[in-house]
């Protein structure tokens, strides 16, 4: 499984930003798919996850209410919709994928190469 992270960017406080994850693999059943996030200098932290199903969804309580995470099966596509962007959002985001999945980056084999967001005050 191969996968490519786009949409990040530099915006203001109070912004919006739609993150895009293209999977490269050759069936997406079965997978959960996520995403992490890295602040500088602070540790890799979970962001959001929904499994194959698309019902089971679980967001990070940082990110709650701000952030949808959704996913068409398919085109082997996984989005991170955010609104009300903080300055604490600034990290590079990762898109994972695994049979697994959960809310632990040891639960996920795939990752793509992050994007960079950040939200300037």
């Known amino acids: 499984v191969q996968l490519q992270a786009s949409g990040g960017g530099l915006v203001q406080a109070g912004d919006s930003l739609r993150l895009t994850c293209a999977a490269s693999v050759g069936t997406f059943t079965g997978y959960t798919v996520g995403w992490f996030r890295q602040a500088p200098g602070k540790e890799r932290e979970f962001v959001a996850s929904?499994?194959?199903?698309?019902?089971?969804?679980y967001y990070a309580d940082s990110v709650k209410g701000r952030v949808t995470i959704s996913r068409d099966n398919a085109r082997k596509f996984v989005y991170l919709s955010m609104n009300s962007l903080k300055p604490e959002d600034t990290a590079v985001y990762y898109c994972?994928?695994?049979?697994?999945?959960?809310?632990?980056?040891?639960?996920?084999?795939?990752w793509g190469q992050g994007t960079l967001v950040t939200v300037s005050s």
């Open positions: 929904k499994k194959w199903n698309g019902i089971s969804t």
């Open positions: 994972v994928a695994d049979l697994r999945g959960g809310m632990n980056a040891n639960e996920y084999d795939y």
